[in-house]
């Protein structure tokens, strides 16, 4: 969703690409975060990429919804230390809840509740990022 977000605001010179450290390539997104997505609006096409070096080269920044995310690239890919952050981090600080949660597979009212979560962190990272 969060890529969703970002990629309707059509910032210029802003490219957002999505990948996941365990997902597997060719899946559909959710039909949970789809109905979202629609009820705000957002048209997306998605399907899952599984996180390549070529991707981690690609990025200027590098977001996550996790802390264990965030540490799984750095252990990967040392050299994206310094562009790596979770989404939380790079707009708040470092501290004590600095995670997205993940709605994987749970109702459309959770779903609901990470899109407002993340539409908030998005504006807050655009405005940083500016």
Request: glycine share 6%; charged share 25%.
């Amino acid at each position: 969703m969060a890529e969703a977000i970002l990629k309707n605001k059509k910032l210029q010179n802003i490219s957002v690409k999505s990948a996941g450290i365990f997902a597997v390539d060719g899946h559909n997104a959710s039909q949970q975060a789809m109905v979202v997505l629609e009820e705000n609006n957002i048209e997306h096409s998605h399907t899952s990429k599984m996180l390549t070096e070529e991707d981690i080269q690609w990025a200027t920044l590098i977001l996550t919804m996790t802390e264990s995310h965030k540490s799984s690239i750095i252990e990967s890919y040392p050299f994206a230390k310094e562009k790596t952050f979770t989404l939380k981090e790079f707009v708040n600080g470092k501290g004590d809840n600095i995670d997205v949660g993940d709605p994987f597979g749970g109702s459309v009212e959770m779903y609901r509740t990470t899109f407002l979560e993340l539409s908030d962190l998005i504006e807050k990272a655009i405005e940083k990022i500016k």
